[in-house]
């Protein structure tokens, strides 16, 4: 049947050889496209909290955390086509609101294909919330105990470590360690995880180094210590941080501290949403 149909239409010459190399033009910038896609890291500005979308060179979109409240959306919809209702994996790093709370919304309104969280032996509402719509959604959640690697293409992973599982106490500012290395470049996310917990990250001899940063704990002087970002070495740090926030977030000292070490910065209470793109490279 299509085989008949298409005789006839290249019976037409002139309107179906044209259409053929309209075809292949097509199909050839749709190529280019897809092989050249960037990495693309936006640090979302969504008020004091954390929310981070990944998309990667083989378009598949990531979204650790949701900040506090919806404004994720927002986010999500001026930077997503508005055809791309799918995130294909969302990441919890710990379960405090001003990580989690969006996420629900998000939870909703797009198609959520695999979920990655630590598990945590502190609940709260609102935790109690974001898991029954997971589990209402039947989405697969996988849990990382210790280290995980998921591979993208070969030049594209991301890198898990939950941090209980070090020689650290249990605490609920523990958030689960990402590391994506994509397109040769390295990017280092590590919640709102303190000083203490770097610490055990610095003593693990886990490959920390990264070429960004986003600043734990929103830029807190209990976070960030100064042996962490030596070991890390990053060339720029990111601190997602609410416009005039109660905590004092991100503290005088932690900026000195960057600018001490030659460190360039960007606060989203200031640049809002910052966006890192990663041209494509063999
Ligand atoms: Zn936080």
């Known amino acids: 049947m299509f085989k008949k149909f298409l005789k006839q239409f290249l019976k037409k010459k002139t309107f179906g050889w044209s259409a053929v190399v309209i075809l292949l033009i097509v199909l050839s910038v749709y190529q280019f496209t897809w092989q050249t ?18 998309t990667m060179p083989n378009h598949q979109v990531i979204l650790i955390d949701g900040g506090p409240d919806n404004s994720v959306l927002y986010r999500l919809g001026t930077i ?13 790093s710990h379960y405090h609101r001003d990580h989690i709370i969006g996420l629900i919304e998000v939870l909703k309104r797009y198609q959520v294909e695999k979920i990655i969280y630590a598990p945590s032996k502190f609940s709260s509402l609102t935790l109690q919330v974001l898991l029954a719509t997971v589990k209402k959604q039947k989405i697969p959640t996988v849990l990382i105990n210790s ?9 594209c992973s991301l890198s898990f470590l939950n ?12 958030s689960l360690v990402v590391k994506l290395n994509c397109q040769h470049r390295k990017f ?27 600043a734990a704990h929103h830029g807190s002087r209990t976070a960030n210590s100064e042996e ?20 004092g977030h991100p503290s005088p000292a932690i900026l000195e501290r960057l600018s001490r070490l030659h460190i360039k910065f960007k606060r989203t209470d200031q640049s809002g949403s910052i966006q890192i793109v990663v041209p494509n490279s063999p």
């Open 80 to 92: 997503l086509p508005f055809y791309r209702r799918k995130i294909d994996l969302m990441i919890f």
């Open 228 to 247: 962490f970002l030596q070991v890390v070495q990053p060339r720029f740090v990111s601190i997602s941080v609410g416009v005039k926030n109660h905590f």
């Open 188 to 214: 280092l996310f590590t919640g709102d995880n303190s000083a203490t917990v770097e610490k055990a990250l610095v003593n693990s001899g886990w490959d920390l180094t990264a070429d960004v940063l986003k």
């Open 147 to 155: 280290t995980a690697q998921l591979n993208f293409s070969p030049n």
């Open 37 to 54: 896609a960037p990495l693309i890291v936006n640090f979302l500005d969504i008020g004091q909290g954390d929310s981070t979308l990944i």
């Open 163 to 174: 941090v209980d599982s070090l020689e650290v106490k249990k605490a609920q500012n523990n």
